[in-house]
């Protein structure tokens, strides 16, 4: 008889968000689609200007979970084997040893990426789309799960690098950062006023809800979530539409319609159900297509944001019975 696991994937995720809001304040949907990314074992990168608790968000993700968590602060003079690692010659045994770099880990954080040259941020591309590193001709396997958030600055700040293509489209989900409400602000300063110290998360009772098994349990449950094929054709021609639109300059790769569906299906196991409906894909089509097109310059010179085009793709086609 198959083993039923309906529902696990939502206690999972009801239990890491309730230890995630003992730090984390007025940021539920950067929770929920880090948490959508992590259960497709996609990666994500994380927008906002300094000081948004963006690396604080991850830092406590990995602190709910069983796993390994590395952190890599990205600076200019940043070199790729300081990512990777490198083979180093011992004179005792006469031969080349491997010293592994922050790479090696179940979450790597990648602080402030946009802020070394495309050369080190490429260091990237082998380990987030085969799961594995290339040093000095080895191909060594990284540890399962493995996921890297990614947190830029926006583009238009001094000492910033923009990121390649490849490796954007490599990003599951791209999530954006606001500043918080008064009322939001008003409560980190009295998290403040009672202790709290970003720098020290031990001090705050953060316990692990989730291990790497845990995990494999839910990618059981998203297998059998049911997708008709009115929605796989209306993915398609969401995506279809990025690359047909006028104002759009450049539009989503195949891998895109990929992310819409697994995304959706997580998001579907997330609300409780065990098949996908249309309000799944439009819940997560912006966060899961923004970093994927490119606005004409002209268009984006008007002040046109991505986030307007796609919401306008999406309230044109027909949505599937």
Partial sequence: MEKSYK?????????????????????????AYS???????????????????????????????????????????????DVTGTKIYNMQTREFELKKGPIFTNFLLADEINRTPPKTQAGLLE??????????????PLSKPYMVFATQNPIEYEGTYPLPEALVDRFLMKLVVEYPSLE???EVLKRYQKGFKSTELESVSIESVCSAEDLLLCSEEIKSVEVDDGLMEYIVKIIAETRNHPLIDR???PRGSIA??????????????????????????????????ALKPEVEMEGM???????NILSQIKVPR
Avoid: W
């Fill in 7 to 31: 529902g696990y994937t939502k206690n999972i995720v009801d239990k890491i968000t309730n230890e995630m809001k003992k730090v984390i304040v007025e940021q539920d949907e950067l929770i």
């Fill in 35 to 81: 948490l959508v990314s992590l259960l497709c074992g996609g990666h994500v990168l994380i927008e906002g200007v300094p000081g948004l608790a963006k690396t604080l968000m991850v830092r406590t993700l990995a602190r709910t979970m069983s796993v390994d968590f590395k952190r890599i602060q990205f600076t200019p003079d940043l070199m790729p084997s």
């Fill in 127 to 140: 380990a987030m789309e085969e799961k594995t590193v290339s040093i000095d001709g080895e191909i060594i």
């Fill in 184 to 186: 939001g602000e008003k």
């Fill in 251 to 253: 539009g989503s790769s």
């Fill in 260 to 293: 819409l569906l697994q995304a959706a299906k997580v998001y579907a196991v997330i609300e409780g159900r065990d098949f996908m409906i249309p309000e799944d894909i439009k819940k997560i089509a912006i966060p899961s297509l923004r970093h994927r097109i």
């Fill in 305 to 311: 944001k991505v986030e307007q085009v796609l919401n």
